[in-house]
């Protein structure tokens, strides 16, 4: 079989009685309903997904059962990897109405800004070393609090307790956007 073929099938097989509700299931246990922003193209990554999981288990295929669960795990992973890539580029860090220091950290044109350079070093004088450590893991290194909980040796709530002590601490560099 050609490659458009086996697309073909694996396309034909999904929409073949209720299988594109695994797309649709998987949507649901990560907690993304239709109202959320990115719901139909999430929902056409999926559908992507299943299209490339089933070429990938040619073996499975006389067992369907068997099948549709490796297919919803791949679905599942390839959703959750894009959830966790938009999130963390565009959701504030800790605050609703800052600018991210995400964006200001790896945008190489904003680094070169001198204002950016100074608010971050301002920041960084009013924390010290175990949160600045946190604040160089999560937004210059991109780790999770997971990551930098095991290389800190810290347990997960002390990340979160740094991390709640940083906002105080920035409160008067930032102002009163910080309440929005």
């Known amino acids: ?33 239709p109202w959320h922003e990115h719901y139909q193209d999430l929902v056409q990554e999926g559908r992507l997904e299943f299209v490339d999981a089933y070429q990938k288990y040619p073996d499975q295929r006389d067992d369907e059962k068997q099948m549709l669960s490796y297919i919803y795990q ?13 999130t963390r580029v565009s959701t504030p860090i800790f605050f609703g109405g800052v600018e991210t220091l995400t964006n200001l ?10 204002e950016t350079k100074l608010i971050f070093n301002n ?20 780790k999770t609090m997971s990551q930098l909980s095991e290389d800190l040796k810290v347990s ?14 920035i409160k008067p560099i930032w102002g009163n956007t910080l309440d929005g």
């Open 1 to 33: 079989m050609d490659n458009k073929t086996d697309y073909q099938t694996a396309f034909d097989f999904m929409l073949e009685g209720d299988h594109e509700v695994v797309v649709f299931g998987v949507l649901k246990r990560l907690n993304v309903r």
């Open 74 to 86: 791949s679905v599942k992973w390839r959703l959750l990897d894009k959830l966790r890539r938009s």
């Open 105 to 114: 950290f790896f945008d190489d044109e904003a680094l070169a800004d001198v």
């Open 123 to 142: 920041v960084l004088a009013v924390l010290n070393e175990k949160e600045q450590l946190l604040i160089r893991g999560l937004y210059l290194e991109g």
């Open 156 to 169: 997960r709530k002390t990340l979160y307790v740094w991390r709640n002590q940083i906002k105080t601490k």
